[in-house]
């Protein structure tokens, strides 16, 4: 009989290691985050508009066209205006031309200083009577202040403008201003000179950087946060004014170990891993975590870099049993401060 049992004991299967997926401890960076809701602004933005009464004579530019600062958008009629003005240069070089003659007759004494300065005026006169009228002539183009790019037209030749008529938009998009507000609590955290990530929802998975320009000087009274502008670089032009887009504030980076919150098994206030050793089984260790983030935690004590824990099969862990690896845990790159 004990012959029979000591067979039977010997045919009894060794425990098969159970299916784990592990991670190996190593050092990354851990980013700090503010995180808030914000909307673009045009770095510059004007309603171009008539400064006269006048008909639309040539329009030089189409819907969404991007046009550079002094180019000639609009021309109105200036007919009567460019006569006056021709008139005006006329005066102007006849009372040169009678300039010349007194100075040279008053350099031979046939011509009183009085006469001289008489006709000095009016050759000052002359001169400001022509200026005038190139101003207003000049009134009668419309060009664009600033690089940037035109909205819709909103005239056609033709049409009759009166001073105020709206004639298009025109927004400088590159770089666009990004306003957003934070709780006055953070006031302390957030400086001229951080980085900030913008997205929106028009193209997901791709981070806008920028940096932060001004903090506002007051805090508003009501909603008890702060204004803050940033400026993000707008090169390709996708980013358009009025967009809605989350914003993290890049509020510190720091290098440290790196521990899957899924790896954790919490007893009370304590924290444990299974860690897996040589062979392939299991002990549990206490560790010590800081700062967290949606899937990772920072490693202050308890483990080592290079050391594995068990990240997937917690559950059906037992002192000494035996594991295998059948996959590695990637941490999520961008909770742990990857771009």
Not at 25 to 46: C, D, K, M, W, Y
Not at 208 to 233: H, M, N, Q, Y
Not at 262 to 285: D, H, N, S, Y
Request: charged share 25%.
């Amino acid at each position: 009989m004990l012959a029979a049992c000591d067979s039977a004991s010997q045919k009894m299967p060794a425990p098969q290691p159970v299916p784990v997926v592990s991670h190996t401890i190593q050092p990354g960076e851990f980013v700090e985050r503010i995180e808030a809701i914000g909307t673009l602004h045009a770095n510059e933005s004007v309603t171009l508009s008539a400064k006269v009464t006048e008909k639309v004579a040539r329009v030089h530019f189409q819907d969404g066209q991007t046009v550079a600062r002094g180019q000639v958008l609009i021309e109105f009629t200036n007919d009567e205006e460019g006569a006056m003005l021709a008139e005006a240069r006329a005066t102007q070089r006849e009372a040169e031309q009678q300039l010349e003659r007194v100075q040279e007759l008053s350099g031979k004494g046939y011509a009183t200083k009085a006469r001289l300065d008489e006709q000095s005026r009016a050759v000052d006169g002359a001169r400001a009577r022509a200026r005038a009228m190139e101003a207003r002539m000049s009134d009668r183009v419309l060009r664009a202040p600033f690089d940037g790019v035109l909205g819709f037209r909103q005239v056609s030749p033709g049409t009759l403008v009166s001073p105020g008529t709206a004639v298009a938009t025109l927004d400088d998009i590159d770089p666009v201003k990004l306003d957003f507000s934070v709780p006055e609590t953070f006031l302390g955290a957030i400086a001229a000179g951080q980085d900030v990530d913008a997205r929106t929802a028009a193209y997901p998975g791709r981070a806008f950087k920028g940096v932060i320009e001004t903090i506002d000087a007051r805090v508003d009274p009501i909603s008890r946060a702060i204004s803050v502008r940033a400026l993000i670089p707008n090169g390709d032009g996708a980013l358009r004014p009025g967009m809605l887009v989350t914003v993290e504030v890049i509020q510190s980076r720091s290098t440290v170990l790196l521990l899957p919150e899924g790896a954790l098994v919490p007893r009370e206030k304590r924290q444990f891993v299974w860690v897996i050793g040589q062979g392939g089984t299991v002990t549990q260790r206490e560790v010590t975590i800081g700062r967290r983030h949606p899937g990772v935690a920072e490693l202050l004590g308890g483990l080592r870099q290079g050391e594995t824990v068990v990240v997937e099969g917690v559950a059906r862990m037992v002192p000494g049993g035996l594991v295998q690896s059948i996959g590695t845990h990637k941490l999520p790159e961008a909770e742990s401060g990857g771009a």
